[in-house]
């Protein structure tokens, strides 16, 4: 029973906090800072039919973290992460993750963590850059 309400809960905030990034012709999506908190917000971008799932979170010292909604080892069973509190968590094999290290930790591939996604602060916003974004499609086909 527990499972279950656990999986509805994560499921409600995945469906209420995703985002659509609009594609357009920029080489670059933009997010309002102002928009990432330290309650992490999931988003899709989508290439040639594919939604690539991504989310962005502030960390506990203001800084701002960027992954893919996926791992090179649980992808292929597209559950994606979750929060709790200070942790992302693999909603498939549960290992959790600092949201502090995001980034930090998993620059080279392999494992269960969440793909690195980089991003730079330009003015008031997060700039992802598309084509970083697409290459990580493999993990969403």
Known sequence: MKVLVLTLIVLLMFFLTKNLIESSNAQ???????????????YEYEKDGIKIRFFAVK????????????????????????QDGNYIVCNNCGNKYLINDLGSKNKVSGGCWPGYLPNSLVGNDVVIKKSDIEKGIWRFK
């Open 28 to 42: 670059v999506i933009k997010i309002p800072e102002s928009e990432i908190t330290e309650n992490a917000r999931w």
């Open 59 to 82: 960390t506990s010292d203001s800084s701002i973290k960027t992954a893919f909604d996926a791992c090179d080892i649980c992808y292929k069973n597209k559950k994606g992460y979750s």
